[in-house]
Nanobody, 121 residues
Framework: QVQLEESGGGLVQAGGSLSLSCAASGRTFSSYVVGWFRRAPGKAREFVARISGSGGGTYYADSVKGRFTISRDNAKNTALLQMNSLKFEDTGIYFC??????????????WGQGTQVTVSS
């Protein structure tokens, strides 16, 4: 069992940066892939980035590649999503999830409650 809690969301101007954190409970955190998803108003949940259990493998959605960086610290049971050069279209609720390697929400078993990111244009 893994419980996840996101933090770090907020309001930022376009071009700015935010860092989201995902704190996990449970002794098996390193066994899981961590993914970040987002849901914009009126849209379906969208894959953003994922990182392997060891942290050695990462994968990004084309829409955030080169702007976002995912990382994790298994000793601290945390995962981070550094978001730079934010755009208005990055606005949404951001969720971290733990599961298996994949880009579909169905690949992930455990989910946090989400944190709101709002980018003003």
């Amino acid at each position: 069992q893994v419980q996840l809690e996101e933090s770090g969301g907020g309001l930022v101007q376009a071009g700015g940066s935010l860092s989201l954190s995902c704190a996990a409970s449970g002794r098996t955190f390193s066994s899981y892939v961590v993914g970040w998803f987002r849901r914009a108003p009126g849209k379906a949940r969208e894959f953003v980035a994922r990182i392997s259990g060891s942290g050695g493998g990462t994968y990004y959605a084309d829409s955030v590649k080169g702007r976002f960086t995912i990382s994790r610290d298994n000793a601290k049971n945390t995962a981070l999503l550094q978001m730079n050069s934010l755009k208005f279209e990055d606005t949404g609720i951001y969720f971290c999830a733990a599961g298996r390697w994949g880009s579909s929400p169905e690949d992930y078993t455990y989910w946090g409650q989400g944190t709101q990111v709002t980018v003003s244009s």
